[in-house]
């Protein structure tokens, strides 16, 4: 829950409630495969871009793992860096 509390913080993406390891997510002002070839090209951060799956609409979801606290730390960091970086 607390991983969920900090993306939807974040402002750059609709969380979507989840019982899950991993969150889905609507991207706000950028796609799918901008943001995953920059987190991947930059910070070696892989997060699944659904762009093209069955069911899924457009180019701005996203499915992100719930990992250890350091890891999701890090990629809200990493988050927050590119959204600030865009603006």
Do not use: W
Not at 45 to 58: E, N, Q, R, Y
Not at 64 to 77: E, G, L, P, Q, Y
């Amino acid at each position: 829950m607390r991983f969920g509390a900090l993306l939807a913080e974040t402002g750059a993406l609709h969380v979507y409630p989840s019982q899950a390891n991993y969150f889905l997510c609507k991207l706000q002002g950028i796609s799918a495969p901008q943001l995953t070839e920059r987190l991947l090209d930059r910070h070696d951060i892989f997060i699944k871009d659904l762009t093209g799956k069955t069911g899924i609409a457009g180019d701005s979801f996203i499915r992100i793992a719930v990992r250890d606290k350091n890891d999701n730390d890090t990629f809200i960091s990493r988050l927050k860096e590119i959204q600030e970086y865009k603006c």
